[in-house]
T-cell receptor, first 113, second 114 residues
Framework: EAGVTQFPSHSVIEKGQTVTLRCDPISGHDNLYWYRRVMGKEIKFLLHFVKESKQDESGMPNNRFLAERTGGTYSTLKVQPAELEDSGVYFC???????????FGSGTRLTVV | GNSVTQMEGPVTLSEEAFLTINCTYTATGYPSLFWYVQYPGEGLQLLLKATKADDKGSNKGFEATYRKETTSFHLEKGSVQVSDSAVYFCALSDQGQAGTALIFGKGTTLSVSS
């Protein structure tokens, strides 16, 4: 079984540019989560999809972040325009059910310069 | 609100030393508790979990016991190896709150030298 795949693994962009991160969950996992870890701090929840619907987006920092999950398969997280404080590691996780547990991807390390 | 507090790192140990990483939590419901590990260059991996009070999670020689009376879930290993060097995250999931995802601590970096 393939795991959760994130692309790209690293991205370096200039302030003001746009970046799109992609997450491919494990096939059949309805639940998809995005998290972010800013250097040295907690891994913080961003949002949760159930299939194509946003179940909880209370962790999204501001309207420069847009997440989509068209068709309930892969998800994208777009940052536009990127700011310096957006730098960090963005993790995606999927789960068939919260009680089952979560499988995380390797993360995308975003550096905004 | 729910939160997780874990000991500040880094923790530096010699091979075969005993490891304890403290974790305490605050939760309004009945959380499940987890330890995740991130090895260098890799993603987060579930190390162990416990879903109710007095449960003990164990994996790869690591153990943690869910202590409701002290709201703790301390990670222990009797004899660490160099390969255990990683960042360890304590986390909770409050099953009593619909839509709540994982809440993590800040992570503790462990370095083991030979």
């Amino acid at each position: 079984e393939a795991g959760v795949t994130q692309f790209p693994s690293h991205s370096v962009i200039e302030k003001g540019q746009t970046v799109t991160l992609r997450c491919d969950p494990i096939s059949g996992h309805d639940n998809l989560y995005w998290y972010r870890r800013v250097m040295g701090k907690e891994i913080k929840f961003l949002l949760h999809f159930v299939k194509e619907s946003k179940q909880d987006e209370s962790g999204m920092p501001n309207n420069r972040f847009l997440a989509e999950r068209t068709g309930g398969t892969y998800s994208t997280l777009k940052v536009q325009p990127a700011e310096l404080e957006d730098s960090g590691v963005y993790f995606c996780a999927s789960s068939p059910d919260r009680a089952y547990g979560y499988t995380f991807g390797s993360g995308t390390r975003l550096t905004v310069v | 609100g729910n939160s997780v507090t874990q000991m500040e790192g880094p923790v530096t140990l010699s091979e075969e030393a005993f490891l304890t990483i403290n974790c305490t939590y605050t939760a309004t419901g009945y959380p499940s508790l987890f330890w995740y590990v991130q090895y260098p260059g890799e993603g987060l991996q579930l190390l162990l979990k416990a879903t109710k009070a007095d449960d003990k999670g164990s994996n790869k020689g690591f153990e943690a016991t869910y202590r409701k009376e002290t709201t703790s879930f301390h990670l222990e290993k009797g004899s660490v190896q160099v390969s255990d060097s990683a960042v360890y995250f304590c986390a909770l999931s409050d099953q009593g709150q619909a839509g709540t995802a994982l809440i993590f601590g800040k992570g503790t970096t462990l370095s083991v030298s030979s």
